[in-house]
């Protein structure tokens, strides 16, 4: 076999050149370059700029992860595709990650809420360090090309899509490859009979979200949009806006003052205004029973907005591939990053599944070449 390798040069496609396959191609350099190995080509192709994704990730500012350091705890935040990311995360998990990132020169911190960012606060800064890192090596090249079907990679020994999930689902059928529609799993939403107040922030018991011109928007809104992407609309919704114990406290306290400024030290008092229909009522006058209804919000969601993470439900079906994320179906072809029926919600949560598949991918293609 040793000879074999010595005889044949492996061409190896990648398609899509966003953070799952700029993560992959970077780790089948590295592995090859510590084995002396050169007899291979590997091309990245992407028909837009490579990297482009990751600029909005984080709000420009790049959340490369979660510090939860749990696999089953991490897990638990994807609704779909949790139990198949055992294996991933047993193999690459957070902390290699981070310790890739610091390799090429990215240090990172970490919230308060766990999740993690680096220091320069730059999506930019990542993409740029990633992009530089790839350019130290040779036999590797980018090709700004829209890849149409498995017709475009002919001459390709080994296949890697990483295309994202927009647009992909033409490529996937070429192969043949299960795969359950795209979906929009994290996104603001619109409400019916909106009327709340604008632009005001609020933090939930159940999460943070605001309210836009006619709906929510924020990691709460992200959560409910992704966990109920199967739902038919209208579907209704409720959030605990606060603990109603507060509120009993703050009446036994304050037995004359109003019921609506009581409610108004819990939550933004523009909000109060909205939901609090004795406002001016003496808050002793006020059953337990009204003010628990005050402390829950119950919305009608009627369809999703355009305005939220680009994050989508679907993808190749897990059943469909091994648990290096080969397919099944076709010999020598991987699927790593957002193409898989894997999504999970804000938090870093995505790009960690990004640089996972990507990283037990590339461990897998370069095995199946020098072994």
């Known amino acids: ?121 730059s999506a930019k800064d990542v993409k740029d360090k990633l992009l530089n890192a790839i350019k130290q090596f040779k036999n590797v090249k980018f090709i700004h090309k829209e890849i149409k079907s498995k017709d475009d990679l002919i001459d390709f020994d080994r296949i890697i899509i990483s295309a994202g999930s927009r647009g992909s689902e033409n490529l996937i059928k070429s192969f043949n490859q299960p795969y359950k529609p795209f979906k929009k799993a994290l996104c603001a939403l619109k409400i019916d009979n909106f009327n709340y107040p604008k632009g005001v922030s609020i933090k939930s018991l159940d999460g943070d979200f605001i309210f836009t011109d006619d709906g929510i928007s924020g990691p709460l809104a992200f959560k409910i949009s992704s966990i109920n992407v199967d739902r038919h609309f209208p579907y209704d919704v409720s959030i605990r806006l606060f603990n109603v114990d507060d509120l009993y406290i703050l009446v036994e306290k304050n037995p004359r003052k109003s019921i609506g400024n009581l409610v108004s030290k819990l939550i933004p008092k523009s909000l109060a205004n909205c939901i609090v229909d004795d406002f001016d009522r003496k808050s002793a006058e006020v059953s337990k029973e009204k003010m628990k209804s005050y402390s829950i919000l119950n919305l009608k969601i009627i369809s999703n907005s355009n305005f939220g993470e680009i994050v989508n439900s679907g993808g190749v079906d897990l059943k469909s591939i091994d648990k290096n994320c080969k397919s099944k179906i076709t010999d020598y072809l ?38």
Request: charged content about 20%; proline content about 3%.
């Open 334 to 371: 991987w699927f790593c990053g957002e193409i898989l029926d894997i999504d999970g919600f804000c938090g870093g949560f995505n790009l960690q599944n990004c640089w996972s598949s990507a990283y037990v991918v590339a461990n897998d293609v370069v095995y199946s070449i020098i072994n």
């Open 1 to 121: 076999m040793e000879q074999f390798c010595q005889d044949k040069t492996f061409k190896i496609a990648i398609v899509g050149g966003g953070p799952c396959g700029i993560y992959c191609a970077l780790n089948i350099l590295k592995k090859f370059s510590e084995i002396n190995f050169e007899n291979y080509h590997l091309v990245v192709f992407d028909k837009s700029q490579f990297l482009r994704t990751i600029l909005p990730t984080g709000g420009t500012r790049c959340n490369i992860t979660n510090s939860i350091n749990d696999i089953k705890e991490f897990a638990s935040n994807y609704p779909r595709g949790e139990k198949f990311l055992y294996s991933l995360f047993s193999r690459h998990f957070n902390s290699d990650s981070l310790e890739f990132f610091k390799s090429i020169g990215i240090e990172t911190y970490t919230q308060d809420d766990g999740r993690i960012f680096p220091i320069s606060n």
